[in-house]
């Protein structure tokens, strides 16, 4: 339904800062977003939520980033952001974005249904 490309990812002191972004495609006519999130995997790791921010303006962070990380979405550009400061050796991982589009009149599930390919993130001295 939605193409997702993340970009912005690389490698990065401890402490110091990204930028990611994700482009997303135009939500077909009579579809809605639910919601827009940023996960990360790191080798041997659970997949982790990161950041999440819905279609009423909620935004949640993972206790991990709290503080550190903010999500934000540019609508004109149809992009949305997840800027890290401070970073850590424990954020290194795949970071992606995700999205949940439904039809306008169902109900949202909170079940992600688009998937980026992920941009990588190593903090590192």
């Known amino acids: 339904q939605v193409h997702l490309v993340e970009s912005g990812g690389g490698s990065v002191q401890p402490g110091g800062s990204l930028r990611l972004s994700c482009a997303a495609s135009e939500v077909p006519d009579n579809y809605k977003t639910c919601y827009m999130a940023w996960y990360r995997k790191a080798p041997e790791k659970e997949r982790e939520r990161v950041a999440t921010?819905?279609?009423?303006?909620?935004?949640t962070y993972a206790d991990s980033v709290k503080g550190r990380f903010t999500i934000s979405q540019d609508n004109a550009k149809n992009t949305l952001h997840l800027q890290m400061n401070s970073l850590k050796p424990e954020d290194t991982a795949e970071y992606y974005c995700a999205t949940e589009v439904r039809f306008f009149s169902s109900r949202c599930r909170n079940e992600d249904n688009n998937w980026g390919q992920g941009t990588q993130v190593t903090v590192s001295s």
């Open positions: 921010l819905t279609n009423d303006g909620t935004i």
